[in-house]
């Protein structure tokens, strides 16, 4: 597609129950992030694919938080047993590989997950 | 690890007044630094970048930001403001390794413009 998309686009979850969201990154773009912005906030970084390798997951804020990238396209972030703190948006990025075209980053609209 | 300040939270501006938003960079080693706008309801979007070469970046909109190596600075500045480029501004920088690799992002600056 023409832009990142990420679905859905607001989650209402109740404390303790698993969330997915899901990020379709343009195509042929290898690098993929997701990223965490609370109220208020700048966006912060939570892992980063490669492809379908995580090259960096130091940003995950615990272990309920876990994504895949199966196929190395479509990225999917888990949050398991959501509690409050949770609540936030999710953006994912996409990029192509450097070198290959102009650097950058194109940001999805996010997630907006609420957690009640 | 890397740390972007970015001291206005909120300006207030009127119309055809000019920009300047600050940004500061703690890095120990070269960056990649970015300018992203959010408008309201929107995503983020790309307003410019720099990656090396002239310091003096022009981006979108009107747009431009300096990069002053000592003062870890990389402000973003517009001569004429509009109404519509009220939004929240946001400064990040990611170590340039020739790569894509994760960016560190500030808190960002709510930029109101009155008519």
């Known amino acids: 597609g023409a832009g990142v998309s990420q679905s859905p686009r607001y989650k209402v979850a109740k404390r303790g129950q698993d969330v997915a969201l899901r990020c379709d990154p343009i195509s042929g773009h290898v690098s993929l992030f997701w990223y965490q912005q609370a109220l208020g906030q700048g966006p912060e970084f939570l892992t980063y694919f490669q492809n379908e390798a995580q090259l960096d997951k130091s940003g995950l804020p615990s272990d309920r938080f876990f994504a895949e990238r199966p196929e190395g396209s479509v990225s999917t972030l888990k949050i398991q047993r959501t509690q409050q703190e949770d609540s936030a948006v999710y953006l994912c990025?996409?990029?192509?590989?450097w070198g290959q075209g102009d650097p950058g980053y194109t940001f999805g609209s996010g997630t907006r997950l609420t957690v009640v | 690890a890397q740390s972007v300040s970015q001291h206005n939270h909120h300006v207030i501006l009127s119309e055809a007044a000019s920009l300047e938003l600050g940004c500061n960079y703690s890095?120990?080693?070269?960056?990649?630094l970015f300018w992203y706008v959010q408008y309201p309801g929107q995503h983020l979007q790309l307003l410019l970048k720099?990656?090396?070469?002239?310091?003096l970046v022009k981006g979108i909109k009107g747009f431009e930001a300096e990069f002053i190596k000592s003062k870890f600075s990389f402000n973003l500045r517009k001569p004429s403001v509009q109404w519509s480029d009220t939004a929240e501004y946001f400064c990040?920088?990611?170590?340039?390794?020739?790569?894509?690799?994760?960016?560190?992002f500030g808190t960002g600056t709510r930029l109101q413009v009155t008519l």
């Open positions: 990025a996409s990029s192509l590989e």
């Open positions: 990040a920088v990611s170590p340039n390794t020739g790569t894509a690799s994760k960016l560190t």
């Open positions: 720099y990656f090396s070469g002239d310091p």
């Open positions: 890095y120990g080693g070269t960056v990649n």
